[in-house]
């Protein structure tokens, strides 16, 4: 098993920044993706960004430019630096910490953490 959990949120004003910080522990050999989802009230989850252990990255088009996703690998955690901060970024933000293969795809989600951007 692996446990995943979520710091950092908080309250911020529109173009301010936030730095959202993700620890995995437990099982964390398999673990090879890392990455941001978010859902705001009335909307799915997305993805915001993930990396993979290689150091690949993925990114929705609205974050693009504004936020950065980081991984320490060794310590299996993972960091989401938010800038130019939007009310539309609003959401409760959540971490998963994956294993992505061609046998066997898991994935384990943390407790998420609120972010709120006022205008």
């Known amino acids: 098993q692996v446990q995943v959990v979520e710091s950092g949120g908080g309250l911020v004003q529109a173009g301010g920044s936030l730095r959202l910080s993700c620890a995995a522990s437990?099982?964390?050999?398999?673990?090879?993706?890392m990455g941001w989802y978010r859902q705001a009230p009335g909307r799915q989850r997305e993805l915001v960004a993930d990396?993979?252990?290689?150091?690949?990255?993925n990114y929705a088009d609205s974050v693009k430019g504004r936020f950065t996703i980081s991984r320490d690998i060794g310590k299996s955690t993972a960091y989401l630096q938010m800038n130019s901060l939007k009310p539309e970024d609003t959401a409760v933000y959540y971490c998963k910490a994956a294993h992505i293969s061609p046998s066997a795809d898991y994935d384990y989600w943390g407790q998420g953490t609120q972010v709120t951007v006022s205008s």
């Open positions: 990396m993979a252990n290689g150091g690949s990255t």
């Open positions: 437990g099982s964390i050999f398999s673990i090879n993706v």
